[in-house]
């Protein structure tokens, strides 16, 4: 029985839309994820999990060793205290601009002084 729920989201690594007839062609994270770890447990083949998801082969393939090339990911804490620290990092440069703009767009409405 294919899944049906009408989902939006992004390939784990690539950023490419997944094709899922169900729903206009997209599958969700966590359709990705069932179908590469049921293709990583064997238990079934790539053309049953494709027709249980009702996605192409191809794309269980692609999910599967994606999610092997990424798995380590998960645990790798020093990464993502890196990527936490990364964005705040950019918020703090984002409100200084705004700041900035703000005084600038300030400092062009005040009168122009002429020189004598």
Same mark, same amino acid.
């Given at each position: ?9 992004? #390939?784990? #690594? /690539?950023?490419?839309?997944a094709m899922h007839p169900d729903n206009g062609g997209i599958? #969700? ?15 079934? /083949? ?7 998801? #009702? ?27 890196? /990527? ?12 200084? /601009? ?9 400092l062009k409405k005040l009168p122009r002084r002429t020189a004598v």
């Amino acid at each position: 029985m294919p899944y049906s729920a009408k989902t939006e989201a992004i #390939s784990f #690594s /690539t950023g490419r839309l997944a094709m899922h007839p169900d729903n206009g062609g997209i599958a #969700s994270a966590g359709i990705k994820a069932r179908a590469a770890l049921e293709a990583i447990k064997g238990a079934m /083949t790539v053309a049953e999990i494709s027709t249980k998801y #009702s996605v192409h082969p191809n794309m269980v393939i692609r999910w599967r060793r994606e999610l092997l090339e990424n798995a380590a990911g998960i645990f790798d804490h020093k990464k993502n205290q890196k /990527t936490v620290e990364a964005q705040e990092k950019i918020d703090d440069l984002h409100k200084n /601009t705004g700041e900035l703009t703000m005084e600038r767009d300030w400092l062009k409405k005040l009168p122009r002084r002429t020189a004598v």
